[in-house]
């Protein structure tokens, strides 16, 4: 069975950083394209930053130059640095990963971390 697992969230003061990591694991052949998603209460989930598998980078405009993501393909993670966090940076970050797996193409996301901006 093919699962992402996000770890490293958590409270933080403005102005901190903290560091996400997402490992994927299973009878992965091949994965493609990585993200990072957040979600707050009575919003949608929205789109943070991604990676291609060549190291493609895209970020959402409230956090450009603040966070940073990266990936280690041997290892099937991805990270996402964040720094100078802000408030209204709260929410849980979800890690999808799109890959060709034992049983086809997946599109596959992990449970959740919470982070919490707040002093």
């Known amino acids: 069975q093919v699962q992402v697992v996000e770890s490293g969230g958590g409270l933080v003061q403005p102005g901190g950083s903290l560091r996400l990591s997402c490992a994927a694991s299973?009878?992965?052949?091949?994965?493609?394209?990585m993200g990072w998603y957040r979600q707050t209460p009575g919003k949608q989930r929205e789109l943070v930053a991604t990676?291609?598998?060549?190291?493609?980078?895209n970020y959402t405009d409230s956090v450009n130059g603040r966070f940073t993501i990266s990936r280690d393909s041997a290892k099937n993670t991805v990270y996402l640095q964040m720094n100078s966090l802000k408030p209204e940076d709260t929410g849980v970050y979800y890690c999808?990963?799109?890959?060709?797996?034992?049983?086809?193409?997946?599109?596959?996301w992990g449970q959740g971390t919470p982070v919490t901006v707040s002093s």
């Open positions: 999808n990963a799109d890959m060709l797996s034992g049983t086809g193409y997946l599109k596959v």
């Open positions: 990676i291609t598998s060549g190291g493609s980078t």
């Open positions: 299973g009878r992965i052949f091949k994965i493609y394209n």
